[in-house]
């Protein structure tokens, strides 16, 4: 919505005190204002406003005063920051023109559009042939709002830098929380205090990367997972990216998100950022967390179908590249009994590949290890009533395969690179490349029943470049639309590409190449700020984990996997009959209960106990939930405290069962409710007391159920 006036009948602009626009959902406002043709800036981003609320009187409130040391105006905060406009932090634009001279845009508003909830906002710089076009789309469903950047230039320009819509940072913040990481150890929350000058996170492996996740959270003053401000941001970009955080010297403070710098090395004439996606809460972070969770599920997965998430087992971490048919079998029939209802053939069914040094790019069936192809295993995993997957790779390539030696030219990079993991990354920006990718995976697709792909990509880039992941885009939007009803998981090393952007065409994540149930109890209960349950595949790994060495018990290894997508990632020949029927009754608990958990909110718990890592998911409804209360260590006091539950009816009564209190301990000696059977309880008192849980050992978990009476 705009206040401005229209131009005068006789062409000549009426002059305008200010321009307002609003956004706004159920739960947050966001104000924009201009003085004039200026680009607009954010006034207002928090707790619902009025709808009558004068917005010129908004924005005239929160001007701030000028002093000694400051110029006679203060420069605008704006959706884009002009360096001509004398803006003393980082810009929201840095351009050259086609002969390398440093251009400073100076915008003035042109138009605007809005249809089917977007408002497009164009601003024109006349002298240098720019137009820039700020889109903003709120959605009211998922409370979450989108924004992103275009610029077009009459003749081809350089681009060093495009911010999407810059935002104020909150001044009622003492900290930002973003997110670091590495292999097997991803979604690492790291805390950086606000101070004067720039906190930059820039990611220029060319992928979303392990260590990079593009994802801030900015909490208010005191905010806990479940009260208090918070305000949250992810850019849905699946190459390197560039974030800003900025504490200008006047106090203010600004965030921006851009593709990373210098992955545009080529003149032209449109660039775009990648959206943005923000939200704020007045319910802690779990209120930025649910808004997320929600609009990638809702919003940004392309579901290829509407059946339950079905249980998944992957043969990796049981035989790796001995592919052996009466071996797979066996283990197929295995799972199938285990409950699992999907398998997924993973490396080693290809080329010359017998381990990681060979057989990239060369995406025939190996017929040294598979003499009638595939399809003796596919309809034996059909019989056992499981559907079949594949894993690929498709965007590398070994030096020692056949495609590499005939086109060695489609390489990205030079030839004496470092290589990574023994193997190159193919130029997707060459048409002639995703053509001849497309035309061999659509072999293997067209001749083969393949419910399922597991999408690889086991090395960084050797150097960032938009265009590699625009190429990427490109062939999986291409087979998509060819196959729409293969579900594609995106994988990288686990957890290294995982955005908004690759979940546009994708509908599971594997979110750590980590069994551990213990560091994936982690990892889990962090990505949830951002992700669902529906597309957040955990697998029970083996008995001694492959990437820790750490043996844990069956029932932390299932649980743990229940929280999420659940499947299995062992040889099921190694179990006892013991660990077979948990892992079986783990298994029917989950199928029973996966229709409403895929809809059900995540909401971290705030445990006042730091050994324990809980959460509870919670339905659409309200009307039943179920909490995950997992002891990651030993606890420094010797009896558990009470667990605060959230999100609940206070008027309402719930009866809650601890589902398997027959785990308890022999050292567990007394009688808590809990114990002995279920317990009604005023939802007022789950969240202002909470449960009281029986003493049980490190290393597991407490899972309780609850309804509505």
């Known amino acids: 919505m705009s206040d401005a006036l229209p131009l005068g009948a006789t062409g000549a602009r009426t002059v305008v005190p200010n321009r307002c626009w609003r956004l706004d959902d159920s739960h947050q406002t966001m104000i924009l204002s201009a003085v004039g043709d200026r680009l607009p800036e954010v006034v207002y981003w928090g707790a619902p406003l009025p709808r009558d609320a004068d917005l010129a009187t908004l924005h005239a409130a929160q001007a701030i005063d000028v002093t000694g040391g400051m110029l006679d105006e203060t420069p605008d905060l704006s959706l884009c920051p002009e360096a001509s406009r004398s803006f003393p932090g980082q810009p929201g634009l840095s351009l050259r023109a086609g002969d390398g001279t440093p251009i400073l845009p100076r915008f003035a508003y042109a138009s605007e559009d809005a249809h089917d909830g977007l408002m497009i906002l164009r601003y024109r710089d006349a002298a240098h042939g720019l137009t820039l076009a700020l889109h903003l789309r709120s959605d009211p469903d998922t409370r979450v709002i989108t924004l992103q950047t275009a610029l077009e230039a009459d003749r081809p320009v350089h681009l060093d830098w495009l911010a999407a819509p810059v935002l104020p940072g909150p001044q009622q913040s003492q900290e930002m929380i973003d997110v670091a990481g590495r292999w097997i150890g991803e979604f690492q929350l790291n805390r950086t205090p606000w101070s004067p000058g720039l906190h930059v996170r820039e990611n220029r492996t060319g992928r979303t990367g392990h260590e990079h996740f593009p994802g801030l959270l900015v909490p208010g003053t005191g905010t806990s997972n479940t009260r208090g401000e918070a305000w949250a941001f992810h850019y849905g970009w699946s190459g390197g990216h560039r974030m800003i955080a900025e504490e200008l010297p006047d106090g203010r403070r600004q965030i921006q998100w851009g593709h990373a710098t210098t992955t545009e090395p080529r003149p032209a004439t449109r660039f775009e950022s990648a959206p943005l996606f923000v939200t704020y809460s007045a319910a802690g972070l779990n209120g930025c ?203 990288a090393s686990g957890g290294g590409r995982i955005d908004f952007g690759i979940l546009q065409r994708t509908q599971r994540v594997w979110l750590s190449d980590s069994n551990d149930a213990l560091e994936r109890l982690r990892i889990q209960h962090d990505a949830a700020l951002f992700l669902p349950f529906a597309v957040t595949g955990s697998h029970v790994g083996p008995r001694r984990c492959h990437t820790s060495g750490r043996t844990l018990d069956i029932s932390l290894r299932a649980w743990v996997a229940a929280q999420r997508h659940m499947g299995f990632e062992m040889d099921p020949r190694e179990l006892t009959e013991h660990e077979a029927q948990v892992l079986r009754d783990v298994t029917a608990w989950w199928k029973r209960n996966r229709d409403w958990m895929t809809r059900a909110d995540i909401h971290r718990l705030d445990s006042p106990d730091p050994a324990v890592i809980a959460e509870q998911q919670l339905a659409p409804d309200g009307a039943r939930f179920v909490v995950f209360a997992g002891k990651a260590a030993t606890s420094s006091q010797i009896l558990p405290r009470p667990l605060p539950l959230t999100a609940l009816d206070p008027e309402a009564t719930y009866r809650i069962e601890l589902i398997n209190r027959a785990d308890a301990p022999a050292l567990s000696r007394g009688m808590p409710a809990l114990k002995d059977g279920p317990v009604d309880l005023p939802g007022a008192w789950l969240m202002g007391h909470g449960p009281v849980l029986p003493w049980h050992f490190p290393e597991t978990m407490w899972v309780l159920e609850g309804r509505r009476l």
């Open 289 to 491: 967390a649910l808004a997320f969770q929600r609009h990638v599920r809702d919003r940004i997965v392309r579901w290829t179908s509407d059946t339950p998430r079905p249980v998944h087992y992957n043969c990796w971490e049981a035989v790796y590249f001995d592919h052996q048919l009466p071996v797979l079998t066996e283990i197929a029939t295995r799972a199938a009994a285990l409950g699992a209802e999907r398998f997924v053939l993973d490396d080693g069914w290809f080329g010359r590949r017998d381990d990681d040094t060979s057989g990239l790019g060369d995406w025939q069936i190996d017929r040294r290890k598979w003499p009638d192809g595939l399809q003796p295993l596919i309809d034996h995993v059909h019989r056992l009533g499981m559907t079949f997957g594949l894993w690929v790779e498709p965007e590398m390539i070994n030096p020692d395969s056949d495609l590499y030696r005939a086109h060695p030219d489609w390489a990205l990079g030079a030839a004496d690179q470092t290589l990574g993991r023994q193997q190159m990354v193919l130029d997707m920006a060459q048409a002639e490349v995703r053509d001849h990718l497309h035309a061999a995976l659509s072999a293997i697709f067209r001749n083969h029943t393949i419910d399922y792909v597991k999408w690889d990509h086991n090395r960084v880039l050797p150097a960032p470049d938009a265009d590699q992941t625009r190429g990427t885009y490109a062939l999986l939007d291409r087979l998509r639309t060819d196959f729409p009803k293969i579900e594609i998981e995106s994988c």
